[in-house]
């Protein structure tokens, strides 16, 4: 695990067990601080100080016997002592001083607020509406998510000053705004809650097909998604709108090992080799969509997560249920009209009722939103060439290429239109995100 070091200088490391233990911890010491305190700001910047404490003691002296409340007592310590210097430092913010309950001055002891889940009420905090949605997923994988600022950056291909400013402007907008740390009122939580939804499925989809750079997938940011995904549904077991992510993240996710060739080229679906899917996250994927669809009303990430695992059931893509592939995707589009839905829509039509079908369906998308966006041209190639009109399908294999972002998947667009263009047999279904 890497760390933000306040001092300046490079990230510091730590052992893999105990820089899981302090991801796990460090969420649960911040809600305590921040529900102390109700500083966002100076809560989060104990904790990562407390966390460069642990990172320098621990490897010495060994994890402590209660190592939450040692990290608890370190960081609530720090928040203390960062009030008084502000206060002793600039007269002008003698207001934070005056704003803290002064028994909040003394180090309280490690017991002193009773054990309690505030994962939620900071997955809120952080995806709060006032913020832009990239401000929402930089601070959900700061504060949340256990990356440090350059690592965030990094996911998203920005420098880290640029990235340390968004933080930094997020931060403070939820001052401005009066962010609390508090459930909202009750008919407020589930607009809330789809927010902290779409942010951790952001994330994901970044991670599992990054929209540009060298890197077909990026790990990282996939595991901090699920992981953070399973923690919302521990909080959260009964709701299926969440079920149904955790279930559509980890079906996805166990197909990456097959979809990465050994030069990092993209293999898509109709090419992997299914020896090589995780069958035992398929199977608890599989379990978590059941549970979702018959213990709620469904849902959009509920439908696909189905439509996952109706993929992940066939042994070939010959054996795929194409008819109820297709027919989830039309309670998909009723449920939730996009797009990308409708993109991968017109390939399960084409599966079904012939590739002019899926092409004539791909034609009403054509002056919309995914006009110019490589995977249409991706879509309609895949149904040429079931047509049989290669030439065509060439053309629009390059024409996707020349659109891509992501350097190994504009690499296989040129492969399939090479395949095209001469004696090579064409690969299978490109779908939207799920290749």
Known sequence: MAVD?????????????????????????????????????????????????????????????????????????????????????????????DSTPRDALVGPPSDADPPRDDLLELFLLCCHPALPAEAQVALTLRALGGLTTAEVAAAFLVPEKTMAQRIFRAKQRLREVGARFELPPEAEQSTRLAVVRQVLYLIFNEGYSASSGPRLHRPDLTRRALWLTRRLHDRLPDDGETTGLLALMMLT??????????????????????????????AEGSALVEQALTTSTPGPYQIQSA???????????????????????????????????????????????????????????????????????????????????????????????????????????????????????GAGVTRARGC
């Not at 050994?262 to 299914?274: F, H, K, M, N, S």
């Not at 309670?331 to 899926?358: K, T």
């Not at 079931?386 to 667009?413: I, K, N, Q, Y």
């Open 5 to 97: 070091d306040p001092r300046g200088g490079r990230p510091l490391s730590l052992d893999e067990a105990a820089a899981e233990l302090l991801r796990r911890l460090s969420p649960q010491v911040l809600g305590v601080l921040v529900r102390r305190y109700g500083d966002f700001t100076g809560a989060e910047d104990a904790v990562q100080e407390a966390i460069v404490a642990a990172v320098e003691r621990w490897p010495r002296g060994g994890v402590p016997e209660h190592p939450s409340a040692w990290l608890h007592t370190v960081a609530a310590r720090r928040y203390i002592d960062q009030v008084r210097s502000e206060a002793a430092r600039v007269r002008r913010e003698r207001t934070v001083l």
């Open 307 to 425: 439509i996952a695992a109706v993929h992940a059931e066939a042994s070939t893509t010959e054996e795929t249920d194409w008819p109820q592939v297709l027919a989830l995707y039309e309670l998909l589009e009723r449920l939730a009209p996009n797009p990308v839905a409708a993109l991968s829509r017109a390939v399960a039509v084409g599966m079904v009722h012939g590739p002019a079908a899926g092409l004539a369906l791909l034609a009403q998308l054509e002056s919309g939103i995914l006009a110019g966006h490589h995977r249409l041209h991706a879509v309609r190639a895949h149904l040429l060439e079931l047509a049989g009109d290669r030439a065509s399908a060439a053309t629009a294999w390059r024409r996707a290429a020349e659109l891509a972002g992501s350097d190994p998947e504009r690499r296989h667009l040129l492969r399939r239109a090479a395949a095209a263009s001469g004696s090579g047999r």
């Open 253 to 282: 996710e166990a197909r990456s090992a097959a979809r990465v060739g050994p030069d990092g080229e993209l293999v898509p679906l109709t090419e992997q080799d299914r020896r090589r899917w995780d069958r035992r996250a398929i």
